[in-house]
């Protein structure tokens, strides 16, 4: 790729940023999202998840232990470290493989509310007690985080603004294989990373060899997700009522989520809504967003 290439998409990523954080600005508040995030205990009863990842909510959630082998919950102030059983095994899966590496301890951010449905800030999605957030940060072997800190961590970037592959000066074997070990737990379903990180395990991991593909399709480029890697559960057998996302499509995805690709294809976008002639009235506010009715039932009970 020539240099005028990259000088053309570090622009359109810039200007993808400036336009995604006018967009998510803009995006109406969830109705009823208040009485979701007061929730406390989660509801009786056995596990069960009802709606989508996007668009849904769960009783009988289990709270992730504040700290295990190999990982440490963040923000516990929050009460976001809830979910479906098979995710906190996930979870606690991983961070004991962490440990037995002697890669030091992973960074859980949120997870869902105690009964899941919209969260007051920070996510579309970790709804259902399916989805949860692992810092890419890692807290190095013997370390541990003060009380303040926990409260109020840093996050660190694995990617510079602009550039195409993940930060070589952050950026580690060990954060690689840590996505790939998540990746090819059949548990999960898809994880979501940067796309210079997509990019990056691309490069490490040639899609023909070894198998990559299968686990490389799970990864999906999205924007964000520098600092931490966004895990999302298949919908479990519990569930009748869990609505699952539609698959990847084939393949490892390298070609078509590339950061030029991904970067591209935003700046478009943003483009043509730029030369669109303006509306004649301002556009009228759809319905509110709204968690699936026998939600209802999940919230009311005691
Ligand atoms: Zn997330």
């Known amino acids: 790729m020539g240099r005028g290439t990259v000088g053309g998409t570090q622009r359109r990523y810039a200007a993808l940023v400036v336009g995604l954080a006018a967009l998510l600005a803009a995006s109406p508040v969830a109705a009823g999202e208040s009485a979701w995030s007061r929730q406390t205990e989660p509801a009786p009863g056995p596990a069960r998840v009802i709606g989508g990842y996007t668009h849904g909510c769960i009783a009988g959630a289990v709270a992730l232990p504040l700290d295990g082998p190999g990982y440490t919950v963040l923000r516990p102030q929050r009460l976001r470290y809830f979910g479906h059983p ?9 961070g ?3 440990d037995r590496h002697g890669w030091g301890t992973l960074l859980v951010g ?5 009964r899941g449905g919209p969260m007051s800030y920070g996510h579309a999605s970790h709804e259902a007690g399916l989805d ?6 890692l807290l190095p072997p013997g370390q541990r985080l003060s009380d303040a800190e926990r409260r109020d961590p840093t996050p660190v970037s694995m990617v510079r603004t602009g550039a195409p592959t993940a930060d070589p000066a952050v950026w580690t074997d060990t954060h690689a294989a840590l996505v790939r070990a ?3 737990d059949p548990r999960v379903a898809r994880l979501f990373v940067n796309p210079a990180i997509k990019a990056t395990l691309c490069r490490a991991f040639p899609p023909d060899a070894d198998g990559n593909t299968r686990w490389l399709q799970k990864v999906r480029a999205w924007y964000g997700h520098d600092s931490h890697v966004h895990i999302r559960l298949h919908c479990p ?6 609505v699952p996302q539609d698959p990847p499509p084939p393949g490892a995805g390298c070609e078509a989520e590339g950061f030029a690709w991904w970067a591209n ?4 976008r943003l483009t043509q809504k730029a030369s669109a002639p ?3 009235a301002a556009p009228v506010a759809g319905p509110p967003q709204s968690v699936p009715e026998a939600c209802g039932g999940v919230l009311s009970s005691r």
């Open 132 to 137: 949860a957030d692992i810092w890419l940060r």
């Open 237 to 242: 057998s519990d569930s009748p009522g869990c």
């Open 265 to 268: 294809r935003i700046a478009d």
């Open 182 to 184: 998540a990746a090819q």
């Open 278 to 280: 303006a509306p004649v």
């Open 96 to 98: 004991a493989w962490a």
């Open 86 to 94: 098979a995710l906190i095994a996930v979870i606690r899966d991983l």
């Open 110 to 114: 949120d997870l869902s509310q105690p």
